[in-house]
């Protein structure tokens, strides 16, 4: 069984900076793309960024400049540094993790469960 656990979420000021953090444990063979996403209240959860294993990482045109995806493969775990951040960049933040349990696994697909991040004006 794998699971994901998030950290570093909070309460920031605007132009302030925070990094979040997911860690995947458990039973996992191999992790393919590592991906961060937000839901804003009422909205839908939409993708922000991603990075593939071998380390290519794309972004949601509203952070590009201002966020960063890294990840540690020997840790299994994907970071966001956000910097610059904007009241509207307030949601929950859930990571997502595309890997097999097994050599023989079909890919799958792991969520954490999310870490509030709150950006006051």
């Known amino acids: 069984q794998v699971q994901l656990v998030e950290s570093g979420g909070g309460l920031v000021q605007a132009g302030g900076s925070l990094r979040l953090s997911c860690e995947a444990s458990?039973?996992?063979?191999?992790?393919?793309?590592m991906d961060w996403y937000r839901q804003g209240s009422g909205k839908q959860r939409d993708l922000v960024a991603t990075?593939?294993?071998?380390?290519?990482?794309n972004y949601a045109n509203s952070v590009k400049g201002r966020f960063t995806i890294s990840r540690d493969n020997a840790k299994n775990t994907v970071y966001l540094q956000m910097n610059n951040l904007k009241p509207e960049d307030t949601a929950v933040y859930y990571c997502?993790?595309?890997?097999?349990?097994?050599?023989?696994?079909?890919?799958?697909?792991?969520w954490g469960q999310g870490t509030q991040v709150t950006v006051s004006s």
């Open positions: 458990g039973s996992i063979f191999s992790i393919n793309t």
């Open positions: 990075i593939t294993s071998g380390g290519s990482a």
């Open positions: 997502n993790v595309v890997g097999r349990p097994s050599r023989w696994s079909f890919v799958e697909y792991y």
